[in-house]
C-alpha cells in the first residue's frame, strides 16, 4: 500500500501524518514542489491541499482547477509523490458539489473544504468562517459533496474553533462528521482571533473526543516542542503546519520522527534558490517570483535569523537578478 493510501485510510496513526497547511497566495505549485522534494524527497510531508478555489452560483472552469493545483496534469501528486487535495471554498452545496465533481474527473487524490478562511470579503459573500455560525450549513456542504465525489476519494473539511468563541466547536465537529466528511482539520483560533494569540489546542482536543472521524491539529506548531504539547492538550496524533514551514522546512521529518537534520544557511539558499528556479520553468513573471522570494524571506525571517537578514536586504530590490546575488552572497548580510 503506498504512503497516500495509507494516509488516506488512517491519518491519525502516529508519526504517519504531517500535512503541509493551504496557504493562498504562499503554498502555490512551485513552493509544494520544492518542499515535497527537500531531502531526497524524504520531506516529511504526507499531504498538501491547494490554495482555495472559490465557488460561487456557478461551475467552476477546469482550467481554474489546474492553476490552483498543477499537480493534476501528474497525478495529483508532486514530482515527489506527496498527494495534493484540492481546496474549495464556498457555502451552496449545490454549486460545491459541482465543483468537487469536476476536481474529482480531473483526478483529485482528495477534496477538502474550507470553513475556516477569515478574509471579510470572503465572509462577506458567504464562505469560508462564516459557516461556522451555523454548523448545519457545514453539514449540507460536506454531505452534498460526499454525495457527487466517488467513495475512495477522501472529503476533508478544515475550520477554525468557532466564529467569536470555541463554545460550538463539537456541533461544528460532529456537523462535519455527520455530512461524511473523512476526517477534519481544526486551526486553533476563532475567526475574530484572525492570527493572534492564544492558539487553543485544548478545544482542538475536545473535538476530537466527540467525533470518531481523525481530526489534524493546526495552528502555531513553529517546533518540535510545540507539536509535543499540542499532541499533549489536543490528543491529537495528526497535524498540519503552515506559516512554520517557511522557516523550518524540516519541520515536517522531524515530526514524524525521522532523523533529519535543521537546515543549515547553505540548505536554505539552496531551497530557496530552487523554488525561484522553480517559479519561472512553471511560468511565473520575473516579478512575480522576486515577490514569491521576498515574502518567503518575510514569512521564514520570524523564524530564522538568516532569513530576517536576507529579507532586509533584498524587499528593497527591484529586479529578481540582484536578489539572487544577494542571495549568493558567502553569507546574508546585516541590513544598513
Ligand atoms: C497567508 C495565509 C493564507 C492562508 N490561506 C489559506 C487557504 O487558502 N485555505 C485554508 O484553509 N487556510 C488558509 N490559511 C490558514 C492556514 O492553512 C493555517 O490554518 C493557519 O496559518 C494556521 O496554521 P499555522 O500556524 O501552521 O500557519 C492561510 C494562512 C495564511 C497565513
Redesign the pocket.
Known sequence: MSEAERVAQRPDAPGLFVAL??????TDGSYREVLSALFGGRSGISLC?S??VRVIHQPVPEAVFLRHCPELDHGGQTRAGVPVFV?LLGGEPRWMADAALVAARLGAPGIDL?F??PAKTVNNSDGGASLLKQPRRVEAVTRAVRAVVPEAIPVTV?VRVGWDDAAAMVDIARAAEQGGASWLTI?GRTRKQL?KPPVDWRAIGRAREAVAMPVVA????FDLDALRRCAELSGCSAF?????AMGRPELFAQARGWRTRALSTEDMRALLLAYVGQLLEDGASEHRALGRLKQWLRMGGMLRGDLGRWFEVIKRLQTLDAARQVLVAATPPCPG
Open positions: 497547511a493551504p496557504m493562498d497566495g504562499v491541499v490554495e482555495f481546496q474550507n475556516g478562511c478544515k486551526h492570527y493546526n495552528g502555531d506548531l498540519m503546519i503552515g506559516r512554520g
